[in-house]
C-alpha cells in the first residue's frame, strides 16, 4: 500500500475510527488515523515522504530533528481540506535560541463535520441528531545539532478527541535523527507517537526510516534544485507502507 492510499483511508475511516477507539477493547480500532494525515502540503505532495527530507518547522510532530535546521524564526500555517468533510489546521512555530538548537510548538486541530447519530429501539434505528467529532495534539519539540552533520530530535505531544461529549487524551513522543553526509545525501530515523492509549486503543505507531538525495546545484555551495527521497513505514500493526 502506499502512502497516498494510506493517508486518504485513513481520512475515510476517520469517523468510525473516533467511535471505536471510545470504547475499553484495543482490538477494535487504533485511535488516532488522523496523526497519520500529512500537516503541510510539500510532505503530501511528496507522498508523504519527511523522516529525511524535513527541513524547517514541519518536522515537528514526525520528524523533529529537522527543528536543528531552523534559522532564526519560522511561523507555520496551513488549512487541509479532505475526504467527507475533514478540514485539519495546522499552526507551527520554531525559534533558534542556541547554536544548533531550536524549539518547536505545534498545534493541529481536526474538524470531521456533522455525523447523523441513532438510537437503536425495539430493534429499528431511530434518529438522534447529529454529532461533530473533533480532535486535536499540541505538540512541544527540541532539535540540536551534535556535530558530523547529525542532527537529533524530541517532541512531546498531548493528543485528545472528542465525540458527542465522549472524550479521550493521551501523551506521546516522537524521536528521530538525521545525518546529512555533506554530499547530497541524507539520512533520516523516526520512531512515532510511542505512548499511552486513547480510550482504551493504541495511537498509531510507525517506526520510519528515509533516504534523500538532492542534485544539480551548480557550485559546492548553491542549494541542490533536484531531490529523489524514500520513506519507509513499519508499524507495529498494520502494513508496512512506502512513500
Not at 546545484?217 to 507502507?241: I, Q, T, Y
Given at each position: 500500500?502506499?502512502?497516498?492510499?494510506?493517508?486518504?483511508?485513513?481520512?475515510?475511516?476517520?469517523?468510525?475510527?473516533?467511535?471505536?477507539?471510545?470504547t475499553?477493547?484495543?482490538?477494535?480500532?487504533?485511535?488516532?488515523?488522523?496523526?497519520?494525515?500529512?500537516?503541510?502540503?510539500?510532505q503530501?505532495a511528496?507522498?508523504?515522504?519527511?523522516?529525511?527530507?524535513?527541513?524547517?518547522?514541519?518536522?515537528?510532530?514526525?520528524?523533529?530533528?529537522?527543528?536543528?535546521?531552523?534559522?532564526?524564526?519560522?511561523?507555520?500555517?496551513?488549512?487541509?481540506?479532505?475526504?467527507?468533510?475533514?478540514?485539519?489546521?495546522?499552526?507551527?512555530?520554531?525559534?533558534?535560541?542556541?547554536?544548533?538548537?531550536?524549539?518547536?510548538?505545534?498545534?493541529?486541530?481536526?474538524?470531521?463535520?456533522?455525523?447523523?447519530?441513532?438510537?437503536?429501539?425495539?430493534?429499528?434505528?431511530?434518529?438522534?441528531?447529529?454529532?461533530?467529532?473533533?480532535?486535536?495534539?499540541?505538540d512541544?519539540?527540541?532539535?540540536?545539532?551534535?556535530?558530523?552533520?547529525?542532527?537529533?530530535?524530541?517532541?512531546?505531544?498531548?493528543?485528545?478527541?472528542?465525540?458527542?461529549?465522549?472524550?479521550?487524551?493521551?501523551?506521546?513522543?516522537?524521536?528521530?535523527?538525521?545525518?546529512?553526509?555533506?554530499?547530497?545525501?541524507k539520512?533520516?530515523?523516526?520512531?512515532?507517537?510511542?505512548?499511552?492509549?486513547?480510550?482504551?486503543?493504541?495511537?498509531?505507531?510507525?517506526?520510519a526510516?528515509?533516504?534523500?538525495?538532492?542534485?544539480?546545484?551548480?557550485?559546492?555551495?548553491?542549494?541542490?534544485?533536484?531531490?529523489?527521497?524514500?520513506?519507509?513505514?513499519?508499524?507495529?500493526?498494520?502494513?508496512?507502507?512506502?512513500?
Amino acid at each position: 500500500m502506499t502512502k497516498p492510499c494510506l493517508c486518504c483511508l485513513a481520512a475515510l475511516a476517520l469517523p468510525g475510527a473516533l467511535l471505536a477507539s471510545q470504547t475499553n477493547n484495543p482490538s477494535a480500532a487504533q485511535a488516532a488515523p488522523w496523526l497519520l494525515i500529512s500537516d503541510n502540503s510539500r510532505q503530501a505532495a511528496m507522498g508523504d515522504v519527511c523522516v529525511a527530507t524535513a527541513n524547517d518547522a514541519d518536522g515537528l510532530g514526525e520528524a523533529p530533528a529537522a527543528l536543528a535546521q531552523v534559522p532564526g524564526q519560522q511561523l507555520d500555517a496551513g488549512q487541509n481540506l479532505w475526504l467527507q468533510g475533514v478540514g485539519i489546521s495546522h499552526l507551527a512555530y520554531a525559534a533558534s535560541l542556541i547554536q544548533g538548537g531550536a524549539l518547536g510548538l505545534g498545534i493541529n486541530y481536526v474538524n470531521v463535520g456533522s455525523i447523523d447519530s441513532y438510537l437503536v429501539s425495539n430493534g429499528t434505528l431511530v434518529a438522534n441528531g447529529t454529532v461533530n467529532p473533533s480532535a486535536y495534539d499540541l505538540d512541544l519539540g527540541w532539535g540540536q545539532s551534535i556535530g558530523m552533520g547529525l542532527d537529533l530530535g524530541v517532541d512531546v505531544k498531548s493528543v485528545s478527541e472528542d465525540l458527542g461529549g465522549a472524550s479521550a487524551s493521551a501523551v506521546a513522543v516522537d524521536a528521530s535523527a538525521q545525518w546529512d553526509s555533506g554530499a547530497g545525501l541524507k539520512i533520516g530515523l523516526a520512531a512515532q507517537n510511542v505512548g499511552s492509549q486513547l480510550g482504551g486503543a493504541d495511537l498509531p505507531d510507525p517506526v520510519a526510516a528515509g533516504l534523500a538525495y538532492g542534485f544539480g546545484g551548480a557550485g559546492a555551495d548553491a542549494a541542490a534544485p533536484f531531490l529523489l527521497a524514500l520513506d519507509v513505514d513499519m508499524p507495529a500493526n498494520g502494513d508496512v507502507s512506502v512513500g
